[in-house]
């Protein structure tokens, strides 16, 4: 009798160490570094080119069934697997419709819908003719011809600062970024215009239709109901967020590209809809224009900013966090880049709050997407070399 009681008992003891061993490990959904996770500073990146021969890519998305699917400026997209290599046919041609007039109008971004296996369905967002509007449309990828427009944004004077990643939140909702109109220092004031789309992140239901619109607003979008704001919009004050993705946990983890004093990566949980990331008043966390500043506004930092003016650096490239298998000890680490400057910037969130940056070596030249494979491991983009490179962590000692 005694020996079950003592089993028992030790029983209970291992599960309550099971359970108490759950709770301080860090979990994905909370976006945190898994328990095999090391200090960036232990960790480099490397690159294996993989497919080149590609005309100006600039975004790129993964599929269930293990190609790439490339966007190239010019309006088409191309598809890569490992096993057999860049296929030389697009596999999509949207040239008659896209704008490609000025060095950063076109083809911008593509991303599969979430039922995208049984569908074929792929949200793209590009420059439209004849005037260079933004435009957020979804077309079958077999059936370009069926190609339905879901939202514009009139962007005619300027051709620069146009944004355009889109991506599939965890909560089945679409994103897209829009630049601020272009041009320079915010001519038309649009960063802290809730009246407009430009200079914004939007967050639409493309499942449902509302009111003659092929979308339907999201209840939780924070200016719903708003008098004079877009209810669209999920987060404004940005001036070009080229790149931006979205983490296992909801969170955006953004990429805004700088005037020329500073270039920013911010990180927004999912409970700060609405937040307003100060572009034009601020240009990272230094004061641009204090005219567009307003007393009791609340502006939300960037959680890593470095120099642009007299430096290398030009335009952050946003990434994305890792969340493959083939080097644990990176699990969890978010990966950006500089256009001109290559560098590998490393970023993660600490356990007690803060964030833990590096530099973690460069990636090839003139990064412009990152993207991860349904393993979850990483592509980069090179943009007028075009090419696709391969990107792995190795651990290194006492770096």
Same mark, same amino acid.
């Given at each position: 009798?005694?020996?079950?009681?003592?089993?028992?008992?030790?029983?209970?003891? @291992?599960?309550?160490?099971?359970?108490?061993? =759950?709770?301080?490990?860090?979990?994905?959904?909370?976006?945190?570094?898994?328990?095999?996770?090391?200090?960036?500073?232990?960790?480099?990146?490397?690159?294996?080119?993989?497919?080149?021969?590609?005309?100006?890519?600039?975004? $790129?998305?993964?599929?269930?069934?293990?190609?790439?699917?490339?966007?190239?400026?010019?309006?088409?997209?191309?598809?890569?697997?490992?096993?057999?290599?860049?296929?030389?046919?697009?596999?999509?041609?949207?040239?008659?419709?896209?704008?490609?007039?000025?060095?950063?109008?076109?083809?911008?971004? $593509?991303?599969?819908?979430?039922?995208?296996?049984?569908?074929?369905?792929?949200?793209?967002?590009?420059?439209?003719?004849?005037?260079?509007?933004?435009?957020?449309?979804?077309?079958?990828?077999?059936?370009?011809?069926?190609?339905?427009?879901?939202?514009?944004?009139?962007?005619?004077?300027?051709?620069?600062?146009?944004?355009?990643?889109?991506?599939?939140?965890?909560?089945?909702?679409?994103?897209?970024?829009?630049?601020?109109?272009?041009?320079?220092?915010?001519?038309?004031?649009?960063?802290?215009?809730?009246?407009?789309?430009?200079?914004? $992140?939007?967050? @639409?239901?493309?499942?449902?239709?509302?009111?003659?619109?092929?979308?339907?607003?999201?209840?939780?979008?924070?200016?719903?109901?708003?008098?004079?704001?877009?209810?669209? $919009?999920?987060?404004?004050?940005?001036?070009?967020?080229?790149?931006?993705?979205?983490?296992?946990?909801?969170?955006?983890? @953004?990429?805004?590209?700088?005037?020329?004093?500073?270039?920013?990566?911010?990180?927004?949980?999912?409970?700060?809809?609405?937040?307003?990331?100060?572009?034009?008043?601020?240009?990272?966390?230094?004061?641009?224009?204090?005219?567009?500043?307003?007393?009791?506004?609340?502006?939300?930092?960037?959680?890593?900013?470095?120099?642009?003016?007299?430096?290398?650096?030009?335009?952050?490239?946003?990434?994305?966090?890792?969340?493959?298998?083939?080097?644990?000890?990176?699990?969890?680490?978010?990966? =950006?880049?500089?256009?001109?400057?290559?560098?590998?910037?490393?970023?993660?969130?600490?356990?007690?709050?803060?964030?833990?940056? =590096?530099?973690?070596?460069?990636?090839?030249?003139?990064?412009?997407?990152?993207?991860?494979?349904?393993?979850?491991?990483?592509?980069?983009?090179?943009?007028?070399?075009?090419?696709?490179?391969?990107?792995?962590?190795?651990?290194?000692?006492?770096?």
């Amino acid at each position: 009798m005694s020996r079950c009681r003592g089993r028992s008992a030790g029983v209970l003891v @291992i599960l309550l160490v099971l359970v108490l061993s =759950a709770l301080v490990v860090p979990s994905a959904a909370a976006g945190g570094a898994g328990p095999r996770a090391v200090p960036l500073t232990e960790l480099t990146v490397v690159s294996e080119q993989v497919a080149f021969g590609l005309r100006r890519p600039v975004a $790129i998305a993964g599929l269930p069934d293990g190609r790439m699917l490339i966007a190239e400026k010019a309006g088409t997209v191309r598809a890569y697997h490992p096993d057999t290599g860049l296929a030389a046919t697009p596999v999509l041609d949207l040239t008659s419709r896209v704008d490609t007039s000025g060095n950063e109008r076109g083809l911008l971004g $593509i991303t599969p819908a979430p039922d995208f296996t049984r569908t074929g369905m792929l949200y793209v967002a590009y420059t439209s003719l004849p005037a260079g509007a933004l435009t957020l449309a979804r077309v079958p990828l077999t059936a370009p011809d069926r190609l339905q427009v879901l939202l514009t944004q009139e962007h005619a004077e300027y051709n620069n600062h146009n944004g355009g990643q889109v991506a599939f939140g965890r909560d089945g909702f679409l994103y897209w970024s829009t630049g601020d109109g272009g041009h320079a220092n915010d001519p038309f004031k649009s960063g802290q215009d809730l009246g407009t789309l430009l200079g914004k $992140i939007v967050r @639409i239901d493309v499942n449902r239709a509302c009111g003659g619109k092929p979308y339907c607003v999201p209840a939780g979008n924070p200016f719903v109901g708003v008098a004079g704001a877009r209810p669209e $919009i999920w987060l404004y004050g940005l001036r070009n967020p080229w790149r931006f993705s979205i983490d296992v946990d909801n969170s955006l983890w @953004i990429g805004d590209v700088g005037q020329g004093l500073i270039e920013e990566v911010n990180h927004i949980r999912p409970s700060q809809g609405g937040a307003n990331l100060g572009w034009s008043c601020r240009e990272g966390t230094p004061v641009f224009d204090q005219q567009q500043c307003r007393d009791g506004v609340r502006y939300t930092d960037p959680v890593f900013e470095y120099p642009h003016f007299m430096t290398e650096g030009c335009s952050v490239t946003g990434g994305l966090v890792y969340r493959g298998s083939a080097t644990p000890e990176a699990w969890g680490t978010y990966i =950006a880049s500089d256009y001109c400057s290559t560098l590998a910037y490393a970023v993660r969130p600490k356990p007690r709050g803060g964030y833990e940056t =590096a530099t973690i070596g460069t990636f090839p030249t003139q990064p412009t997407a990152f993207g991860a494979d349904a393993q979850g491991e990483l592509y980069v983009l090179s943009d007028l070399p075009g090419f696709l490179s391969k990107v792995r962590f190795e651990r290194v000692q006492n770096r």
